[in-house]
């Protein structure tokens, strides 16, 4: 039996929801904005690791990934909120930047 991978995807690309939702091993929320993210990851739980690799308290997600162009607070900025709140103790964040298409003329 294989572990399911409780994933917060931050954006509104549908490619990126899309694929990550096909993945059976995968559980995914998803929030558009950085603001209302940061506010749905400060009323759940979240799982931290102590020193013998026990948990103190168990977190509702695994890794989180976000984009970086995002209403209400950047993908950036949500980081650096989630490391003075210390939301970011044993939590994979992967930040992504998708760039336009740019016409060759």
């Known amino acids: 039996m294989e572990q399911t991978i409780k994933i917060l ?11 990550l939702e096909q993945n059976e091993n995968m559980q ?11 506010q749905w990851m400060t ?10 690799q026990s948990f103190t308290c168990c977190r509702e997600i695994d890794a989180i990934v976000c984009e970086i162009n995002l209403h209400g607070l950047n993908g950036l900025g949500l980081f ?14 992967i930040l992504i930047a998708k760039l336009k298409s740019v016409p060759v003329i």
């Open 9 to 19: 995807y931050i954006g509104n690309d549908v490619e990126t929801i899309t694929a």
């Open 28 to 38: 995914v929320h998803n929030e558009t904005n950085g603001l209302k993210a940061f």
């Open 43 to 52: 009323n759940h739980e979240f799982r931290v690791f102590d020193a013998q």
């Open 80 to 93: 650096q909120e989630m490391k003075k709140k210390g939301l970011d103790e044993g939590l994979f964040f």
